[in-house]
């Protein structure tokens, strides 16, 4: 029963039912199903599918947005229960997806899931310009820094972004972390990089060893 309410709700976002997303999402939670259940088993799920179709040539970017509108219209209802946890900042964290990159939806998750385990997140967006992270850092002090990229061509930003935390003399105050889809472990090794999470509960976890030392 609660599976096939996921795979309607993985239906309609790709589908782009932005009408039916709500409903399905609120009888999935009525079922008992957890917040990250539905956003692993049903939203994600839906838009792998999208970006397999995009990657086709079967949807172009029109559809993609209608897709992304269904999806927001699900995500909405299970945000405010991803962020709910004990609290008592366990560290800041403070995210943005780097230059020439509007995708934040990974971002989005990642933010909502350290909130509910417990850190305080500060997000400076997204399309951020390379020294706008080392200036923000300054005013936010975080402990951890998160960088997202979506595109192989904003990829190279994140290295920017790390030698001017280097050339500023700062480099050293902070864990910098980073992902997205085109990201890797060699990747994060190879721009200087503390660690690299494939998904956003690797990140929250990556997140916790750091602080851990
Ligand atoms: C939705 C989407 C869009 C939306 C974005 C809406 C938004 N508000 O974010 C729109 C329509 C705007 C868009 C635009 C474009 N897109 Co687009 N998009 C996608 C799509 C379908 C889904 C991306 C997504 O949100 N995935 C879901 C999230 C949850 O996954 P995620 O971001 O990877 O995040 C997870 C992990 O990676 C990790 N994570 C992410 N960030 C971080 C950070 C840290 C620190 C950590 C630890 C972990 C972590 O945790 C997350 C949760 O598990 C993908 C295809 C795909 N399947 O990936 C294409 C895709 C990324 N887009 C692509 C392209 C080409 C574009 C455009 C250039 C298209 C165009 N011709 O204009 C533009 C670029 C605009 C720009 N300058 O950024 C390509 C990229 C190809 C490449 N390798 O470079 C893809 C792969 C599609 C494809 N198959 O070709 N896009």
Same mark, same amino acid.
Request: with cysteine; net charge negative.
């Given at each position: ?25 609120k ?14 088993g049903?939203?994600?799920t839906a ?8 990657r086709?040539?079967? +949807?172009?970017?029109?559809?993609v ?5 269904? +999806?927001k219209?699900? +995500? ?5 229960e ?19 990159d509007?995708?934040e *939806?990974?971002?989005? *998750?990642?933010?909502a ?5 417990? +850190?305080?997140v500060?997000? *400076? ?8 992270f ?15 990229a ?19 003399g700062s ?11 085109p990201?890797?472990?060699?990747f994060?090794?190879?721009i ?22």
């Amino acid at each position: 029963m609660a599976n096939d309410t996921l795979s309607k709700l993985e239906d309609a976002i790709v589908e782009m039912k932005a009408d039916e997303t709500e409903a399905l999402t609120k009888e999935a939670m009525q079922a008992g199903v957890s917040a990250l259940d539905i956003l692993n088993g049903g939203l994600l799920t839906a838009l792998e599918r999208v970006g397999v179709l995009f990657r086709d040539g079967d +949807y172009f970017l029109p559809d993609v947005l209608m897709c992304v509108k269904a +999806y927001k219209n699900a +995500y909405a209802l299970l945000d405010s229960e991803l962020k709910k946890g004990a609290y008592k900042s366990r560290g800041t964290v403070m995210l943005g997806t780097v230059h020439g990159d509007i995708h934040e *939806i990974g971002k989005n *998750i990642l933010l909502a899931l350290l909130q509910g385990n417990g +850190y305080t997140v500060v997000d *400076i967006g997204v399309d951020v310009q390379s020294a706008v992270f080392v200036e923000k850092a300054k005013e936010f002090k975080p402990d951890i820094i998160g960088m997202s990229a979506l595109l192989t061509t904003s990829m190279p930003a994140m290295k920017e972004v790390v030698d001017l935390f280097v050339k500023d003399g700062s480099r050293d105050r902070y864990k910098i972390i980073v992902g997205g889809a085109p990201v890797s472990h060699a990747f994060a090794k190879e721009i200087g990089a503390d660690g690299y999470g494939e998904d956003a509960q690797s990140g929250v976890e990556l997140v916790g060893r750091l602080l851990a030392g």
